[in-house]
């Protein structure tokens, strides 16, 4: 119980915010741990290994016995003395006069299981990576801390494609994926400590344990492959909602429907397509049969009905004429897909698209990023009075005097919809519970619980 597991270091490539970590003590604390790691690591900020190489450094302390109390003060006493910049949390933390008394240098004190503070301190001392949509896990306003009852999973790092607007494979390196007994572990270790849905990330999350040619790991002692379709079936029996982002259109992609279909995970997949025009796929170096992935998407209703489909897409591409738009806006009114997300273009430093012909003028990609959204607003609205009248599952995310906040399966945290549930004062964040859905405007839902 007692050994110390040590910190989980990347050697930092990108320049980022770059964050030391030493974990001590119990399971539990690990869990803490890796909460904070996965948050820092989505945030954007870099987990380093050495003292001299981090801005701050976090030590999660463990007080549970004389021998773990002298440890831990033995830590924070070396990351002051290597860094100078120290930041403790954990249980030895419930002491902060303890600690105090022998390192008065410490910057900032918690306790256990208070990631929410920790990355609030963090805050306080190192800001936060400034938030890039091309290369970003989470959407600017997404990266507020992630309450106690979901957490995300990070699957691998990395990716293999180069598409041409984005930096990630040349700050990220390829694809690597995490082992899945690894993942799979972890995942069960935040279900354990209360998660109720977990948001499964990476750069590209079809293309999980290609780098390992889908080798064969293992979790409970048994077999498990590394691939996403074995890793939403084994999370598909925790039992809490699994819900897939970043999903390339891989053809591959199609296996994991029917898992969707037969409730194991949730009916809603993550799919960036960027565009519709083949000529501006070619461009980005995306796939671009356009016409296949309307007659998969088609086939994805069929197989689950319940599906809710969400993308991202970029316009003004440089080289995107009028024609190519069209093209994207009649592949949006055909696939009138559930969520979506448009970016206006802007170069990313050191990205190939910025050495493309042909910018598009500032003013046309506006009007351009106008025109989208008001036809998506009109699909959604449409989409949204639909479920009007059904009856669905809401995960509780915020309660105050007036009523509750939650989401359907058909919509991740931050970058969806809700479901107002007003006057519901007595429930609590992380509940999970049967609504009766009674309005709906462009994005969001009105709804009242049912016994
Ligand atoms: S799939 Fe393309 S956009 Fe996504 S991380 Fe890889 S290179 Fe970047």
């Known amino acids: 119980m007692l050994d110390t597991q040590p910190a989980q270091p990347t050697q930092t490539q990108s320049g980022a915010a770059r964050i030391g970590f030493v974990s001590l003590g119990c399971p539990k604390n690990l869990v803490d741990s890796e909460r904070i790691l ?38 924070i006493g070396e990351a002051l ?14 002491k902060e006069d303890q600690i105090r008394a022998i390192h008065p240098k410490v910057l900032e004190i918690s306790g256990p299981h208070a990631y ?8 306080r001392y190192v800001p936060k990576p400034t938030h890039n949509p091309f290369t970003s896990l989470v959407p600017a306003q997404g990266v507020k801390l992630t309450p106690r009852h979901y957490a995300y999973l990070k699957i691998s790092e990395g990716c293999n494609h180069r598409c041409t607007f984005c930096i990630i494979p040349s700050m990220r390196g390829d694809l690597v994926s995490r082992p899945i007994g690894e993942v799979l572990a972890e995942a069960k270790r935040l279900k354990e400590a209360g998660v109720k849905e977990l948001l499964v990330i990476s750069q590209d999350t079809s293309a999980y344990g290609v780098d390992v040619k889908h080798r064969t790991g293992f979790y409970d002692g048994a077999p498990v492959k590394t691939s996403m379709l074995a890793l939403g079936e084994e999370l598909g029996k925790l039992g809490i909602w699994i819900r897939m982002h970043y999903v390339y259109p891989y053809p591959h992609v199609d296996d994991i429907i029917p898992l969707m279909a037969a409730g194991k995970i949730l009916p809603y997949l993550d799919i960036p397509l960027q565009h519709a025009s083949p000529r501006i796929l070619k461009l980005m170096k995306r796939p671009g049969a356009v016409e296949r992935t309307l007659e998969r998407i088609r086939k ?5 009905p319940d599906i809710t489909l969400r993308s991202t897409f970029i316009v003004g591409f440089p080289g995107e004429t009028e024609a190519d738009f069209q093209l994207l806006l009649d592949f949006i009114a055909a696939a009138e897909l ?3 997300g448009c970016f206006k273009y802007s170069p990313v430093d050191g990205a190939q698209a910025n050495e493309l012909p042909d910018p598009v003028p500032e003013e046309v ?15 959604s609205t449409r989409k949204l009075a639909q479920k009007v009248g059904q009856t669905q599952w809401v995960l509780v995310d915020e309660v105050d005097a007036e009523g ?12 969806d919809g809700v479901i107002y549930l007003n006057g519901e004062t007595n429930l609590k964040p ?11 405007d462009e994005y969001d839902l009105w709804g009242s619980v049912i016994a």
């Open 38 to 75: 996965t948050q820092l690591r989505t945030e954007g900020y870099e987990v380093v290994n050495r003292y001299d190489n981090a801005e701050l450094v976090i030590v999660n302390t463990c007080g549970f016995i004389d021998s773990a109390v002298q440890e831990s003060l033995e830590a």
């Open 81 to 94: 003395e290597e860094n100078g910049k120290v930041i403790v949390t954990g249980c030895l933390g419930a």
């Open 116 to 123: 929410e503070q920790v990355l609030e301190h963090v805050h």
């Open 300 to 304: 994805w209703r069929e197989i689950c």
């Open 338 to 340: 559930d969520r979506v």
């Open 365 to 379: 990609k506006e009007e351009r990023f106008v025109r989208f959204m008001e036809l998506q607003q009109q699909i």
């Open 404 to 415: 509750a906040i939650g989401r359907t399966p058909g919509d991740a945290p931050e970058i």
């Open 430 to 440: 992380g509940d999970l519970v049967r609504v009766s859905i009674e309005h709906a």
